[in-house]
């Protein structure tokens, strides 16, 4: 017989339950009881949604996260909040976010704000986790107290308990050394902590505890490889049975190493490494298990489950009783249930699997290789029905698209001329002063943009009415513009409610959940689009408003798009084809949108790609093949314009060190980037590289209330100039001002132009 288990549920609810009762116990409107007991309700349905699985995971739900759940089970807490007093979750809080409940604080007096744990992406995946914090003095101790409460609750409801953990490589390598000592030195001191929960798990009976190593898919080095083995042999002795969960892509130089270690078990993803399956199948010792991950964990699509039996039928020949199944990773990345949809079109549901669909189709597949495919003959029958309705339907596949992008050649992403001609005839058009100054896009989403915006998808407000509300906003928005004497002026986004979902619901090819919400950090949750076919143009997407601002102004207005890598990466894409293919079809439709920009007489149109960087892959030697079609998208999008267009583009980080050539061949004439808070100390990438093009080196950290001086904004651009020269400088803040109000972005902008005209004086 063959195992299902799963490697974690979603944690936040299939009505998002768990962000509401975190936020209205942080606002102080509800009781630390309240809120426990929502964790409690919702862990008890995610087991009852599993009943079907062999084994269920505990220990996967997280209030805030799972890896600072991990810190406290390890007792690992930043010294700055080690003497607090009261409850154990209100720290957690106080280190996940800098603060707890407000008023319900018990001790707000002294051990009130802190600084919040450093967020970082988890892997490749749009989920951020709490840097875990370490010195040489670091040391741990056991705090088994949330798995003991959530085993427990797991034994009275009968659930085949599966303890989930983070292993201990991973987890060192997870987190980051404050005094830059070597994290490894704390594998000794570590290891009896992971000993002592492992033997707390044999006296609760336990029988697997899923230990997840996911940097087993990541180029490790011989140190870090070698720490695989001395941890997994200190861990050997320990009854309870080990299987060392992997995912988010292949093991390649590790496979060797992971297959060599001393555990009951190793799962694999055998959808990013489904070459490996065979090789690690055929190296296993005899007596461990092999988990397949069949299921993607990552997207929303229906497996094609007759596929999947072609080859997990001979390996389950091979295997027998050691074969378990499960989805690739935790189904954390996916939404929980998709018949929640309502309004999603009966055609395209029909293609798709939420968490709790795609838990369906493991059973299924257990039915098969356990009982014969004739006993899941009608799941199967309908599944195939499904697979091959999207494979042939004509909304997926648009011929016109198809021969578009067989068309693209080298000269599409090419402008006529090089940077050097084309900034002479801009300034010639532009006639803009040294150290010009732009904001990034966004004004600040008013109460009164929101209303309008609730009121017009409720059908309260008419198309004309929103069309005049949002331009009153834009009016707004380009008069405060010239009262401030910015240089080039933008439109403000009042109608975008997000930077994708806006490109994405005006293109074809795209369709849109209601509940489809993913957890991106603690509450907070993410409803990306679903990229389901052939992406067109049917008509302008922002022609008209642009058309609108510059009518307002004088002063060049910008054209504001968003690009295709970026749209790509925030979107669930299809699985039929390269994300490269999906990518050049984005490309060529906002390619459209840029001309037609520049057919109305727009002269500077941004293209942002604030999401370029998040795509890179998780192994290094991949990254050529990514940013070759990454950047090579984004000049089929932005270069067909003439020599007198400028071309910004936006992103929203400045760790360049590694890519900085591919940038730079994205040939923008002007790019903006994110460094104020690192003090243009991120600007290195270019002391080794000479950038040739504009920057724009953010000078005012907007996600910050706190209003940037004069005098700092002035030092700051001192500091960019030793490294650009001061020709070649813009002046602008680090991203859009969405989330501020306009009370802070005035001062703050009133200080920027002022230090750009300190800056001419002196040049
Ligand atoms: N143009 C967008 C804005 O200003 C850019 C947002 C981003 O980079 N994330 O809001
Ligand atoms: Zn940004």
Redesign the pocket.
């Known amino acids: 017989m063959v195992t299902t288990h799963n490697l974690g549920f979603p944690r936040i609810g299939a009505k998002r339950e768990l962000k509401f009762a975190l936020e209205t116990y942080w606002k102080g409107q509800s009781s630390r009881d309240e809120l426990k007991a929502t964790g409690k309700q919702l862990r008890a349905r995610h087991w009852e949604n599993q009943a079907k699985l062999d084994f269920a995971p505990v220990g996967d739900f997280a209030f805030y996260d799972q890896v600072l759940d991990m810190s406290f089970t390890l007792g690992n807490l930043p010294e700055r909040v080690r003497g607090f007093h009261g409850d154990r979750l209100d720290n957690y809080f106080r280190v996940a976010r800098g603060r707890s409940a407000h008023g319900a604080e018990d001790h707000s007096a002294c051990c009130g704000g802190v600084a919040a744990g450093e967020m970082t992406k988890w892997f490749d995946t749009n989920y951020h986790y709490i840097v875990p914090e370490f010195d040489a003095a670091t040391n741990f101790s056991l705090d088994p107290s949330r798995l003991i409460e959530q085993l427990a609750e797991a034994s009275a409801a009968g659930v085949k308990a599966k303890p989930v953990i983070i292993g201990p490589v991973s987890y060192l390598w997870l987190g980051k050394a404050k005094d830059d000592s070597d994290k490894l030195a704390l594998l000794p001191r570590i290891l009896p902590v992971y000993a002592a929960l492992l033997d707390y798990f044999t006296a609760q009976g336990i029988e697997w505890v899923q230990i997840d190593e996911p940097v087993l898919v990541t180029e490790l080095d011989a140190k870090w490889r070698e720490a695989f083995v001395t941890a997994y042999d200190a861990l050997s002795a320990r009854r309870v049975r080990l299987l060392l969960a992997t995912y988010f892509g292949q093991l390649k130089d590790n496979l060797e190493v992971a297959c060599q270690l001393p555990v009951d078990g190793l799962h694999i993803d055998a959808i990013n490494a489904r070459d490996e399956v065979a090789l690690v199948a055929a190296q296993l010792p005899d007596s461990a298990v092999l988990s397949v991950g069949a299921i993607n964990g990552r997207n929303i699509w229906k497996t094609d489950l007759n596929a999947a039996l072609e080859w997990l039928e001979p390996l389950h020949q091979t295997l027998g009783d050691r074969l378990w199944i499960a989805p690739s990773c935790s189904l954390l990345h996916t939404p929980v249930d998709l018949n929640s949809e309502q309004k999603l079109d009966a055609g395209i549901k029909s293609w798709l699997a939420f968490a709790l669909q795609k838990l369906d189709e493991l059973t299924v597949l257990a039915g098969a290789l356990n009982n014969g495919r004739a006993s899941v003959a009608g799941a199967l029958a309908a599944n195939a029905a499904a697979i091959e309705s999207r494979r042939s339907s004509p909304r997926v596949h648009n011929p016109a698209v198809k021969a578009a992008i067989a068309r693209i050649d080298a000269a599409l992403g090419k402008r006529a001329s090089g940077y050097p001609q084309r900034a002479e005839k801009q300034a010639a058009i532009l006639n803009l002063p040294a150290f010009p100054t732009t904001?990034?896009?966004?004004f600040p989403q008013t109460g009164e943009i929101r209303h309008a915006r609730s009121q017009f998808k409720a059908g309260e407000l008419d198309a004309a009415g929103y069309k005049a509300a949002m331009e009153r906003e834009i009016t707004r928005s380009v008069k405060e513009q010239e009262a401030l004497g910015l240089d080039v002026l933008?439109h403000g986004?009042a109608e975008r409610n997000d930077?994708v979902e806006y490109f994405g619901e005006q293109l074809d090819g795209y369709a849109f959940s209601q509940f489809g919400w993913v957890q991106s950090y603690g509450s907070r949750c993410v409803k990306p689009p679903i990229l389901f076919g052939d992406i067109s143009r049917p008509k302008a997407m922002t022609v008209e408003w642009i058309k609108y601002a510059q009518s307002q102004t004088a002063k060049p207005m910008k054209g504001?798009l968003?690009g295709p890598v970026t749209i790509l990466n925030w979107s669930f894409v299809r699985d039929d084809q390269p994300r490269s293919t999906s990518c050049y079809q984005l490309a060529l439709a906002i390619r459209e949108e840029v001309l037609d920009l520049e057919k109305a007489g727009v002269r500077v149109i941004?293209i942002?790609e604030?999401a370029l960087r998040e795509g890179l892959p998780l192994r290094k030697s991949q990254w050529n093949e990514y940013l070759q079609w990454a950047v090579e998208s984004f000049r089929i999008t932005a270069n067909g314009v003439k020599d007198e267009t400028q071309i910004h583009t936006?992103?929203?980080y400045s760790e360049f060190n590694d890519i900085i050539a591919s940038i730079a061949d994205m040939d923008a004439d002007v790019i903006t980037i994110e460094t104020s808070r690192s003090d243009m100390e991120l600007l290195d990438a270019f002391d080794h590289f000479n950038y040739p093009n504009e920057i724009g080196p953010g000078v005012y950290d907007i996600h910050s209330p706190n209003i940037p001086s004069l005098d700092h904004i002035v030092q700051l651009m001192k500091k960019a100039a030793e490294r650009i020269p001061a020709e070649r400088l813009w002046v602008n803040p680090d991203?859009?001002?969405?989330t501020r109000a306009w009370e802070e972005v005035i001062p703050a902008l009133t200080n920027m132009v002022a230090a750009a005209k300190t800056l001419r004086q002196a040049v």
């Open positions: 904001t990034i896009g966004s933008v986004e930077m504001m968003t941004q942002d604030a936006h992103m929203c991203c859009g001002l969405k």
